[in-house]
């Protein structure tokens, strides 16, 4: 293998000795110009003793090198090649000459543009090539540390707030080809595309360049990961890991919905338009939603094996659902009967509840928690009417009662036990304006040793631990997840992006398999080896939980990628309106079309 790496490498480096004398340019007459010429940039007035940085990218880079380089001075020395140049031969032979200015600590990629136009990239030639880019870095120079930065947008011309139809698809298809790629390779991406999905009015409106409000932007998110690489402070009271200030005190209401999306879909019901007029009637023939719901507390709660014994677990799920149900029936109608019904339920459970215990109590407090976390941090926000003592109370209850059996996950169970957990400990967290158990279940989802953390859930290409079990307990943990991922998102913490947007590639692994299509399948051995599956799982297949519509609303309609079976899953209605309590209901309701507001998240 070093041979061949070897052999590459010379021819390559002889290709480039005939190449350096050529001068770069942009044959392609539809993209704009820059001005200037594409030449290798040394770092000016460079110091021995500081680390050494290098850019790589088109225009763009071109655009923040200047931010980025300013940001830097006094901690590295940093070097940049422009260069309008996309996946090809050429470019790796440029990239062995180009090398030669380091060695380098840091290498920054940030290319795209120039290779979408048709016929420039042949079929099936984009991943191997920007595989051998990454390579020859690597045998090149082993201890630099490699940072993938995506392509942005390319608009209509005169139009900036309007993406390219035939171009921006290409976009998002290299992109996603190359987070599965750089995940694989276990390299950092940065998402450039996501940073401007949601400000396409800072375009030029020349296509593809911006103004520089925007490249501050994008300067500021390379500089971060450049110092995080480099072990250096990202900012004063930051957590580089995930983005956020760890003074930031929490938004409210701050789980699953915003003031704002409250609004605007009660407006929508109000309106009886589509789909939130179909949905809101599903939720209202619901008999949770009803203010005859009995509420059953009990003092001690078991459940068994797969709820086998059921002591009062089912009462705790669907006194839990249905105290969610009439909170949002309050949000969305201003009717106080059922803030009043909602606190019942909570304080009844509060005032009752001692113990849960039984095989399945962490799942049970995972799948149950959000939901009545959920209802609560509802009503404590926009309704008068909760007694302070009850509050209390209620309080109470999630420290010293739910909370333990939860602290320290489950990490040899399934995934989608952890998963059930991370999202209620996130809620509680919120709720209670508990810093340090909000970030403790964001440090698990990120890096936890159990099946449930992201990177132990799915492999590159999607494939969940679970899918060789069945597709039911799999689009559990997809579920669990993913209500993880909005709660952080709602208090400026992107997990929905941890590793090249992992989570997405899980969903569109699942929703394709379960609308009949062939995927690819490994052998998957979870945490300590416990579990493993050789085949795919066909069981349950084609049954969907109702869990897509806030993932399609997150990646396609915050972030413009596209996901086009778990949107398929929507857009036929398949994915149903409730899950019998393992889900938190109504995503058909909540997260169909909402405005796409973007959450400061750095």
């Known amino acids: 293998m070093k041979l061949k790496v070897l052999t590459l490498l010379c021819s390559l480096a002889l290709a480039a000795t005939s190449f350096a004398a050529a001068e770069l340019k942009e044959t392609d007459k539809t993209m704009p110009p820059l001005g200037g010429k594409w030449s290798f940039e040394p770092a000016t007035n460079p110091k021995p003793s500081l680390p050494h940085v290098l850019l790589i990218g088109d225009s763009i880079c071109i655009g923040y090198k200047a931010n980025v380089i300013t940001a830097l001075a006094g901690k590295a020395n940093v070097d940049v090649w422009p260069h309008p140049m996309f996946q090809s031969e050429k470019l790796n032979q440029a990239l062995v000459k180009n090398l030669k200015h380091g060695p380098y600590d840091v290498v920054h990629v940030n290319l795209g543009l120039h290779g979408v136009a ?31 930065a ?47 999905i949601n400000k396409l009015e800072l375009g030029r409106g020349d296509t593809v360049h911006w103004t520089p409000p925007a490249y501050q932007i ?229 890096k936890g040793e159990g099946n449930g953390a992201i990177n132990n859930y799915f492999n590159a290409f999607g494939e969940c631990q679970e899918s060789g079990r069945d597709q039911g307990h799999t689009q559990m943990g997809l579920g669990y997840l993913g209500c993880a991922c909005e709660i952080a998102w709602k208090q400026g913490v992107d997990l929905y992006g941890a590793s090249s947007n992992r989570l997405a590639l899980g969903f569109e692994y699942t929703a394709k398999y379960n609308l009949g299509n062939d995927v690819p399948y490994e052998p998957y051995r979870s945490f300590e080896g416990k579990y493993f599956n050789p085949f795919i799982s066909p069981k349950d297949r084609g049954h969907f939980a109702p869990i897509y519509e806030r993932i399609v609303y997150h990646y396609h309609g915050r972030k413009g990628i596209e996901m086009p079976y778990s949107r398929q899953v929507v857009t036929k209605g398949q994915s149903g309106g409730r899950s019998g309590g393992a889900h938190v209901p109504w995503g058909a309701l909540m997260f169909a079309e909402l405005p796409k507001v973007q959450i400061e998240t750095k």
């Open 150 to 196: 995506n392509t942005t947008q390319f608009t209509i011309k005169g139009k900036p707030t309007e993406l390219d139809p035939v171009k921006n698809p290409t976009v998002l298809e290299h992109n996603r080809m190359a987070a599965k790629l750089m995940a694989e390779m276990n390299i950092p991406v940065n998402d450039f595309y996501g940073l401007l």
């Open 218 to 446: 994008l300067a500021d998110k390379a500089t971060a990961s450049i110092l995080q690489a480099l072990g250096q402070n990202v900012a004063a009271n930051a957590d580089p890991a995930v983005g956020v200030p760890a003074s930031k005190p929490f938004v409210h209401p701050g789980l699953l919905h915003s003031r704002e999306e409250l609004e605007f879909i009660k407006q929508k019901v109000a309106a009886g338009e589509e789909p939130w007029k179909t949905a809101w009637e599903k939720l209202r023939a619901s008999a949770s939603a009803s203010l005859d719901h009995k509420f059953r507390p009990r003092a001690e709660v078991v459940r068994g094996p797969y709820n086998n014994p059921n002591i009062g677990s089912s009462e705790f799920s669907s006194d839990s659902g249905a105290a969610y149900t009439h909170a949002v029936q309050w949000c969305l109608t201003g009717n106080e009967a059922h803030a009043r019904k909602a606190i019942e339920i909570l304080n009844a459970w509060s005032a009752t509840l001692k113990t849960v215990s039984g095989h399945d109590t962490k799942l049970l407090i995972g799948m149950t928690g959000v939901q009545i976390c959920n209802a609560a941090e509802l009503l404590r926000h926009t309704y008068t009417g909760w007694l302070k003592p009850d509050q209390e109370r209620f309080e109470r209850l999630l420290r010293e009662i739910l909370y333990p059996p939860i602290k320290d996950f489950f990490p040899a169970a399934n995934g989608n036990w952890d998963a059930s957990m991370i999202q209620t400990m996130l809620a509680m967290g919120v709720f209670l304006d508990d810093r340090a158990m909000f970030d403790r279940a964001v440090d698990y989802y990120l």
């Open 118 to 148: 048709e016929g420039r990239i042949k079929p099936g030639t984009y991943e191997p090539l920007t595989r051998q880019f990454i390579q020859i870095i690597r045998d090149t120079m082993p201890k630099a540390k490699i940072i993938w």
